[in-house]
């Protein structure tokens, strides 16, 4: 295992307390139990929107709180769910008074940990709303999940449910915007490569020297076949194929696609991808109106690429465009 | 040879084509001679910024053409200096009257080829001015290079010296600017695995399984030493010091700390060697004023960091600051 890490059991918390003492303008990172929060929270009279999962997928989560985006983000150890006083406490952090959502990604641990949270911070007489991201079109029920993953679309919900949170939105309209995501929004992935769980010490599967696995989690959950390595064109039909059969989608369509990098693959291979992607959403009739490329939910260094295409409208495109300042997304201010 | 690409005779055209695709708001791209300028070139009036270098450093420098930063960039193939015509033709598309500025990286082909186009351009009645970005510390000459290479800064130095353009300031307080990136600028980079170029279609280098190589260029040019893999921190060190060695600093010194990402490292990673590198620039009794961390100049899938560390004044944190829209860097706007 090679990595530019000191002790495996110190991971995490070394990489946060970098993110701290980076970022001082924008988080405020608190230890046992590990949360990051936005510098000025809690914003009073606004809605605060959380996330968390496991750690190994930075920048997701901690990396996008901040203004016009997350109030608090919940980093378990790599690939395992934050415990629930993680997020009881960060929910407790955020509260203005205007409520709060929880983003949970759809794998059994978050869901559970989540909803005891939410519970005890009801129980504190907040408002806490949650909601469910499942985009990944790849496999019903996996290792980690009953029912579908929730992958890329996570990053979406965040930024526009994030916006509309900073906009002065209640509650019930942030979950409006969720909901918009959620319908709307389909995700898949790919690998060429794994990756290795610091404190595993050995790579999560094995994938042969001339295979590719396509459909695979985050967590290198199975996908839905193993195949000899082929052409970025042909890789990427292969995703976007199911991604558009899943929503309904209309000729003249506005669409966000976003393709994201799993870690390890460079942005020069990410811009092949995108160019094909794009390619095949104009030929299916779709309008793409906003792009994102990079690596911004990833699997630790694995090599690889997820699509996500997510419909749009007026509203989400205004919610788009908002500013938005976090250590790993910026614009307008 | 495991990469999300087509055939490896047409990775730079195609991922060209992906970023024209993906930002027609920012970029123009024009192929045979390739190179990339801004959307609203030439800007009438202002001084045009342009680099260029070998393909394979993504987002550097396409990545970092538009508002605020490069008026063109061009990419040569991989790790191959681009040519002098296409130097010559991004000179004549940018120039809007008052200069054009070429950042050459110190790398023999580039150098060579950046003058000839400078001389060409020169010929036509363009004023040229050439500087040369030599901040790598690790060593004196190496297999592309006479004298030191240069690598991080150049990612700086587009930014400082666009918003310097951007303003309004004429072509030698650009170069002024430039001059202070390379006076004060000292950077440092090392590997734990090779890349493989697409062409070639092995790895660059061979690097056992347990070592690293500590001041290695970005082609994987040798460094100063192969040693065992070591802890994050002491890694650091080994890149700190040198760094902190080779420039006077005084005791209070404000400075822009870059951890860059080679392209198979992830964010989790960049984050420990982060903390390490503030704390011993704290120690040292700088002022770290501002900070970049992320994959910014690369080489290709390479593991790895580098650290550049960069002494500001108010004028430099002014310019850092400014507003910039580009592929790849944005903020403000």
Request: hydrophobic share 40%; aromatic share 6%.
């Given at each position: 295992m090679k990595k530019l890490i000191n002790n495996p059991e110190n991971v995490v918390r070394e990489s946060l307390e970098g993110l701290a003492v980076a970022h001082?303008?924008?988080?405020?990172?608190?230890?046992?139990?590990?949360y990051v929060v936005r510098a000025d929270a809690p914003a009073q009279g606004k809605?605060?929107?959380?996330?968390?999962?496991?750690?190994?997928?930075?920048?997701?989560?901690?990396?996008?709180?901040?203004?016009?985006?997350?109030?608090?983000?919940?980093?378990?150890?790599?690939?395992?769910?934050?415990?629930?006083?993680?997020?009881?406490?960060?929910?407790?952090?955020?509260?203005?008074?205007?409520?709060?959502?929880?983003?949970?990604?759809?794998?059994?641990?978050?869901?559970?940990?989540?909803?005891?949270?939410?519970?005890?911070?009801?129980?504190?007489?907040?408002?806490?709303?949650?909601?469910?991201?499942?985009?990944?079109?790849?496999?019903?029920?996996?290792?980690?999940?009953?029912?579908?993953r929730g992958v890329g679309s996570t990053v979406l919900a965040e930024k526009l449910c994030g916006a509309a949170a900073e906009a002065g939105r209640p509650l019930n309209q942030v979950v409006e915007v969720f909901n918009k995501v959620k319908n709307g929004g389909r995700s898949m992935g790919m690998a060429l490569?794994?990756?290795?769980?610091?404190?595993?010490?050995?790579?999560?599967?094995?994938?042969?020297?001339?295979?590719?696995?396509?459909?695979?989690?985050?967590?290198?959950?199975?996908?839905?076949?193993?195949?000899?390595?082929?052409?970025?064109?042909?890789?990427?039909?292969?995703?976007?194929?199911?991604?558009?059969?899943?929503?309904?989608?209309?000729?003249?369509?506005?669409?966000?696609?976003?393709?994201?990098?799993?870690?390890?693959?460079p942005l020069i291979e990410l811009y092949i991808v995108y160019r094909k992607a794009h390619e095949i959403a104009m030929r299916r009739g779709l309008r793409v109106v906003r792009n994102l490329i990079g690596p911004y939910i990833t699997s630790l260094e694995m090599a690889g690429t997820s699509i996500t295409v997510l419909k749009m409208d007026d509203d989400l495109i205004k919610l788009w465009d908002a500013p938005v300042r976090t250590p790993a997304l910026r614009w307008g201010v």
């Open positions: 001082p303008d924008l988080v405020k990172v608190h230890f046992d139990p590990n809605v605060a929107v959380i996330s968390g999962g496991g750690s190994g997928h930075e920048p997701m989560h901690g990396g996008y709180v901040g203004i016009g985006m997350l109030a608090a983000a919940c980093p378990g150890a790599v690939f395992t769910s934050p415990t629930p006083d993680q997020m009881f406490e960060a929910t407790k952090a955020v509260n203005g008074g205007a409520g709060v959502l929880h983003i949970v990604k759809n794998y059994t641990g978050d869901v559970m940990n989540f909803d005891l949270a939410a519970d005890l911070a009801r129980g504190e007489g907040i408002n806490v709303e949650s909601v469910l991201v499942n985009d990944d079109v790849a496999v019903e029920d996996s290792l980690y999940t009953a029912g579908r490569t794994s990756c290795t769980v610091p404190h595993a010490g050995k790579p999560t599967f094995d994938l042969p020297e001339d295979e590719m696995e396509i459909g695979i989690g985050i967590h290198g959950e199975p996908g839905r076949m193993r195949t000899k390595v082929r052409p970025a064109d042909e890789v990427v039909d292969m995703m976007m194929d199911p991604i558009l059969k899943d929503v309904e989608f209309r000729d003249g369509d506005p669409v966000l696609l976003f393709v994201n990098g799993m870690g390890g693959t």
